[in-house]
T-cell receptor
Framework: NAGVTQTPKFRVLKTGQSMTLLCAQD?????MYWYRQDPGMGLRLIHY???????AKGEVPDGYNVSRLKKQNFLLGLESAAPSQTSVYFC???????????FGPGTRLTVT | GDSVTQMEGPVTLSEEAFLTINCTYT??????LFWYVQYPGEGLQLLLK?????DKGSNKGFEATYRKETTSFHLEKGSVQVSDSAVYFC??????????????FGKGITLSVRP
C-alpha cells in the first residue's frame, strides 16, 4: 500500500516547455487535488477532482490543466512553463470529502 | 469567503519547552478544523482534527480545542522534542458551503526545536 505517489520528484524546465506531473493513489479515494506550495504563501489549490472523469478549478488554475481519466490517477499539465510556476507541487487524495487528505511527497519544479 | 490566519513565524524553542501556535478562522458555515504537519522533505500529514465547537483534538502529545466564541483552534504541546521540528498548518473545511467545499489552509509556521 504505497498511498499517494508523485512522479517525478524533481524537474527543471526551460520557459515555454511543457510537462505533465503524475499523481497516483491506491486507496480507492474519490477526491484528488493538486496544490502548489510557495514560501510565505502556504498551500494553494490549483485544480481538484471529485471523481473519475471530473475536474474543477481551484484558487490558482491559470497556466495549468488536469485530467482524471482513471480513478487512481490525477495528471497536472503545464502547456507552456513560466518562471512563476517554479514551486513545489503536492498531490493529495481523500475518500469522499475534503475532510482528511492524504498527501504525496511532492515534486520540486524549477522553470528557468 | 473562508480564511485561516496563523501567527507569524518562525518559532524556535528549546527541548521540553511549552508550545502554543495560534490559529484563528473565518467561515460562513460550520467548519471542521485541522492541524497538518509537514516534516522536512515530506508531504503534509494530518496531525489532529475537531469537528464541532468545544471538541478537543489530540495526537502525539499535541492538543487543540475548537473555540467557536473566539473562532480559534490554537495548537499546544506541553514538552516539545527535537523531532517536532516541522512546518505546522492550520486548516478548515466548511462542508455546509456545498458539495465541492475544499480545505482552506493557513500560511504555515516553521517550528525549530533545539536540543
Amino acid at each position: 500500500n504505497a498511498g499517494v505517489t508523485q512522479t517525478p520528484k524533481f524537474r527543471v524546465l526551460k520557459t515555454g516547455q511543457s510537462m505533465t506531473l503524475l499523481c497516483a493513489q491506491d486507496m480507492n479515494h474519490e477526491y484528488m487535488y493538486w496544490y502548489r506550495q510557495d514560501p510565505g504563501m502556504g498551500l494553494r489549490l490549483i485544480h481538484y477532482s471529485v471523481g473519475e472523469g471530473t475536474t474543477a478549478k481551484g484558487e490558482v488554475p491559470d497556466g495549468y490543466n488536469v485530467s482524471r481519466l482513471k480513478k487512481q490517477n490525477f495528471l497536472l499539465g503545464l502547456e507552456s512553463a513560466a518562471p512563476s510556476q517554479t514551486s513545489v507541487y503536492f498531490c493529495a487524495s481523500s475518500p469522499h470529502s475534503p475532510y482528511e487528505q492524504y498527501f504525496g511527497p511532492g515534486t520540486r519544479l524549477t522553470v528557468t | 469567503g473562508d480564511s485561516v490566519t496563523q501567527m507569524e513565524g518562525p518559532v524556535t524553542l528549546s527541548e521540553e519547552a511549552f508550545l502554543t501556535i495560534n490559529c484563528t478562522y473565518t467561515a460562513t458555515g460550520y467548519p471542521s478544523l485541522f492541524w497538518y504537519v509537514q516534516y522536512p522533505g515530506e508531504g503534509l500529514q494530518l496531525l489532529l482534527k475537531a469537528t464541532k465547537a468545544d471538541d478537543k483534538g489530540s495526537n502525539k502529545g499535541f492538543e487543540a480545542t475548537y473555540r467557536k466564541e473566539t473562532t480559534s483552534f490554537h495548537l499546544e504541546k506541553g514538552s516539545v522534542q527535537v523531532s517536532d521540528s516541522a512546518v505546522y498548518f492550520c486548516a478548515l473545511v466548511d462542508l455546509y458551503t456545498g458539495a465541492n467545499s475544499k480545505l482552506t489552509f493557513g500560511k504555515g509556521i516553521t517550528l525549530s526545536v533545539r536540543p
